[in-house]
């Protein structure tokens, strides 16, 4: 956004690895609090065979300042970019 931050909030994205299991949990449970819904039933057994490797049917993108997971979206497999085409 113009006027609010610093070139050093700019984001980043990435596709969700095995070690992002954490932020993406995290993440969700903090959706779930806000809409008053149950904390998601995910594993991460299940993280990784939903959304990590190339037979997986979805993948999740992750929006990051630094390190820090911002935020995500979930796409059919089929239709992800290559890594370098982000």
Sequence with gaps: MA?????NNQLSFRWALAEDFDAVFGLASQLAAHIEASVPPLTVEGFQTCYIGSRSPMRLLLALSGSRVLGM?????????????L
């Design 3 to 7: 006027g609010r931050g610093s070139e």
């Design 73 to 85: 979206i979930s796409c059919p497999y089929v239709l992800t970019l290559k890594d370098d085409e």
